[in-house]
């Protein structure tokens, strides 16, 4: 578990993990792009697929700001490739399947549900500038009005 939580000014741990479609994607593979690194729970859940939805209807305004978006669960690839044939997702899905990503970026967390306690994806957004470092961390996100924050952050970076 990472002991720090990350903070901006830190150096954005590298990421590279399989993705929907097919291949492998890195954070290397964007030097020089702002990268909106996005954790959620699960595909196709309610929460989940209307923040993929809302980043997949602001795509063009993110790559008008210089950025890519990349969303990160540990769901397995054909499950990815399901969710985005579903609702016809413009965005990379990357795989974390065995969490050493979630890790690093101190998304997998202790969740508590009904007095129930598990272990889970927090819902946490990254920005990620063009120099590899972290600009802004949202964590704990709220879905609603979210995406046009991230947005927002974007363009002022």
């Given at each position: 578990?990472?002991?720090?939580?990350?903070?901006?000014?830190?150096?954005?741990?590298?990421?590279?993990?399989?993705?929907?479609?097919?291949?492998?994607?890195?954070?290397?593979?964007?030097?020089?792009?702002?990268?909106?690194?996005?954790?959620?729970?699960?595909?196709?859940?309610?929460?989940?697929?209307k923040e993929a939805i809302s980043f997949t209807e602001m795509a063009d305004d993110f790559a008008a700001a210089g950025a890519v978006v990349l969303g990160v669960s540990k769901d397995p690839v054909k499950?990815?490739?399901?969710?985005?044939?579903?609702?016809?997702?413009?965005?990379?899905?990357?795989?974390?399947?065995?969490?050493?990503?979630?890790?690093?970026?101190?998304t997998w967390v202790e969740k508590n549900m009904y007095g129930k306690t598990y272990m889970g994806i927090e819902r946490a957004t990254f920005l990620i500038d063009c120099d590899g470092k972290i600009a802004r961390v949202w964590r704990k996100v709220k879905v609603p009005g979210h995406v046009e924050e991230v947005l927002e952050a974007t363009r002022s970076l």
């Open positions: 578990m990472t002991s720090q939580p990350l903070q901006a000014g830190d150096a954005a741990p590298d990421v590279s993990l399989p993705r929907d479609g097919e291949g492998t994607l890195s954070l290397g593979d964007f030097a020089g792009k702002k990268v909106v690194l996005y954790f959620y729970p699960k595909d196709d859940t309610p929460g989940c697929t499950k990815h490739d399901k969710f985005r044939d579903k609702y016809d997702l413009k965005i990379a899905l990357l795989s974390d399947a065995d969490g050493d990503v979630c890790e690093r970026y101190g």
